[in-house]
Structure formats: structure tokens, C-alpha cells
């Protein structure tokens, strides 16, 4: 139970360093929110506990990393576009192959998000998100 708190916490931690790498409205007219504030960020269903979940209840170790004990965490980017769909999804960070193939899985697979708000209009928002592998 300690053990699962501990990974729960390391991955809330991680989740919370979400990097905005930048935002671009759809017409691909960049909105910089680090000069100019974006007025609501893009949210997962149910906000970063329910991203928590379905990361924890979703990401599956891969049997040849296991075998080869291969763990890390791999970087991922993708857009969050107007429409909230998760799109241009990329490892940015690898580990091993079938870590960051599982990774994009994951990551691709995700239900569509809240769009992030700039002056009223839903614009696109890229993320890098750290997905953690570590064996028991």
C-alpha cells in the first residue's frame, strides 16, 4: 500500500510538471503563454486525478522491457487542439522502444480533453508529459 501511495505521489509530482511547450490556435497563429497569458489551460475529463487514473489503470509495462529490465521515464508531446482532441503526439524523450511505443499508445488513446481558452476562443496548447516506467 506504501509502495503504490509512494508511485501515486511520484506520478502526481511528475503530472504537475506538465510543461507548456507553447499554444497555437487551429489557423497555426502561435499564442506564446509565456508572453501572453492564456486564459484557461486545457484539462484532462475530471482534472489531473482523473489523469492520474487512467494513466495508472491504462499504461501496461511491456514484457521485453520487464525481461531486459529496462525502466525510465519517456517524454511525451502532443497538441490539445480547439476541439479538445489529442493530436501530434511524439516521443520527445526515449527509453526503449517498446517503453515509448506504449507510452504514444497511452497517450493516443486518451478520451478528448477540455480546449484551453485564450481571449474567448478555444486555441491549440502543446504538452510534454512524463510518463515514468519503474519495476517492482
Do not use: H
Amino acid at each position: 500500500m506504501y509502495k503504490n501511495l509512494k508511485s501515486l505521489f511520484l506520478l502526481l509530482m511528475l503530472v504537475m510538471c506538465f510543461s507548456v511547450v507553447n499554444a497555437q490556435d487551429d489557423n497555426k497563429q502561435r499564442v506564446d503563454p509565456l508572453k501572453t497569458k492564456v486564459d484557461k489551460m486545457p484539462m484532462f475529463p475530471g482534472g489531473t486525478q482523473a489523469l492520474l487514473e487512467y494513466l495508472k489503470d491504462n499504461v501496461n509495462y511491456p514484457i521485453d522491457a520487464e525481461k531486459k529490465k529496462k525502466s525510465g521515464r519517456v517524454l511525451v508531446t502532443f497538441d490539445v487542439d480547439s476541439d479538445g482532441n489529442v493530436v501530434d503526439v511524439e516521443v520527445v524523450k526515449s527509453v526503449w522502444p517498446s517503453l515509448d511505443a506504449e507510452a504514444l499508445r497511452v497517450v493516443e488513446s486518451m478520451p478528448k480533453w477540455r480546449p484551453g481558452i485564450k481571449d474567448g476562443k478555444a486555441v491549440r496548447i502543446r504538452y510534454t508529459l512524463p510518463i515514468t516506467f519503474r519495476l517492482k
